[in-house]
DNA sequence: GCGATATTGCTCTTCCGAATAGCAAAATTT
DNA sequence: AAATTTTGCTATTCGGAAGAGCAATATCGC
């Protein structure tokens, strides 16, 4: 990521913002490969395992993701065997994690884990705890 | 963008850099909407302005846009009026700002520097000294 | 209880950003 | 002069996200 001291733009919240995140999710989606996951996937497993039971557009709400880009992803998740659908009622479904799910997830915290502490500390001390607040306060 | 307090992403560094980008881009794009212009026409337009006679590659390696993506933005600002191609020599061509580019820029600049203030503003005063030191630490 | 309204899960389609492979022409290196 | 690199491009693919629409079901107001 080269940053040219001539570059009008690096200094740019908005910019850097974008492009902070751009690097921080290529690096994550190769960690992740070798679990055959994307991203979203991990978010959902994580997800779906701290809160059960959950429905598909309440994973989509909590997520950010819109329903019918829900239908895709948990698909594929279902037909890698780590999640079920469940019926709740004749329209609504739980999701719920597999044994193969929740061997899955612990694959995915080590490396998640690992990854955010490898992230943070790349940033200066000083910086540090000023993160994700800071972040945060851009998500109300 | 709603953040319940048992969502257990919500405290990653990298989860919340993902999603403030996400929100930060939606946004600026639905203000450049009335200019007709896409994030990165506009980030092609500021640099060219800040750094003239540069090359389609070297624009893509500054905004790290590959070669092959550079085509269509180009041509778009091209077909815009934006933009000019002069030859350099029998293979490179600079990117010029025509006119028009020039004045549409300086729509950009109006809306970006607004843009730009609006999101330091909604981070509080205690953490904003640090956002973007730190978000420059994760591209080196 | 019933009718209007909202929600759920889904299909199909589109768009944008990004990536890859390949290519011809021209420049640069040695 | 030959080998290598760079430039600009085509063509294709992929992933994430968005939109419109739909049938079945659940929920709310009366």
Chains 1, 2 share one sequence.
Do not use: C, W
Not at 47 to 61: C, F, H, N, Q, Y
Not at 74 to 86: M, Q, T, V
Not at 99 to 113: C, K, S, W
């Amino acid at each position: 990521m080269p940053q040219p001291p001539d570059d009008p733009l690096g200094q740019l919240p908005g910019y850097a913002l974008r492009r902070a995140a751009q690097a921080m999710m290529a690096e994550l989606s190769q960690r992740l490969a070798p679990l055959d996951l994307r991203i979203s996937d991990a978010s959902v497993l994580m997800l779906v395992a701290a809160r059960r039971d959950m429905t598909s557009s309440e994973i989509g709400k909590a997520l950010d993701i819109q329903r019918a880009n829900m239908v895709p992803l948990l698909n594929r998740l279902e037909g890698a065997g780590l999640i079920r659908r469940e019926p709740i009622d004749r329209k609504s479904q739980a999701i719920v994690l597999s044994d193969a799910g929740l061997a899955r997830l612990e694959q995915v915290r080590a490396i998640t884990t690992r990854f955010e502490d490898d992230l943070l500390a790349r940033i200066p001390a000083q910086h540090r705890p000023h993160f994700v607040p800071a972040l945060q306060a851009l998500l109300d």
